[in-house]
């Protein structure tokens, strides 16, 4: 488990990567929780002009992820998403923001299960309501 908010280390270590290319940004990333945002933007939208789902699975996918390794129990070597699940509820048009906290529901020695919830900032809104399960992954 890492100690403290570890959100500058994440930010920087997601440049170049599909999180860094959607300008994501991380208020937090700590043992047991994640918090982070985007700016709605063109890179952000399906071609109908509405948020892209793809998008907003990406903020939480990526703030359960980066939770989990900073929540990954002592000598585990990563871990890899055995399952997702995600209900939508509303969307974002360019120019609002799309924030999102993450929090460890159960950690385990095998698996880490995580709810997240986008938000759209603007209006106040929950956009998204997501539950993953993540195999934790030990040294052969």
């Not at 994440?10 to 440049?15: I, K, L, N």
């Not at 995600?86 to 906290?101: D, I, K, M, P, Q």
């Amino acid at each position: 488990m890492l100690d403290g908010n570890q959100a500058a280390h994440f930010q920087a270590r997601q440049e170049g990567t599909l999180p860094g290319e959607l300008a994501i940004q991380w208020d937090e990333v700590a043992t047991g929780r994640a918090a982070g945002w985007f700016k709605a933007a063109k890179r952000h939208m399906a071609p109908n002009g509405f948020l892209h789902a793809a998008s907003v699975v990406a903020l939480l996918d990526t703030a359960c992820g980066y939770a989990c390794v900073a929540s990954l129990p002592e000598g585990a070597a990563n871990f890899t998403t055995i399952e997702i699940k995600t209900n939508f509820l509303g969307t974002a048009r360019e120019g609002e923001t799309v924030a999102c906290t993450a929090r460890l529901v159960h950690g385990g020695r095998m698996t880490q299960v995580w709810d997240a919830e986008a938000i759209n900032q603007t209006t106040g809104k929950t956009m998204a309501l997501f539950r993953c399960t993540q195999m934790v992954l030990w040294p052969r």
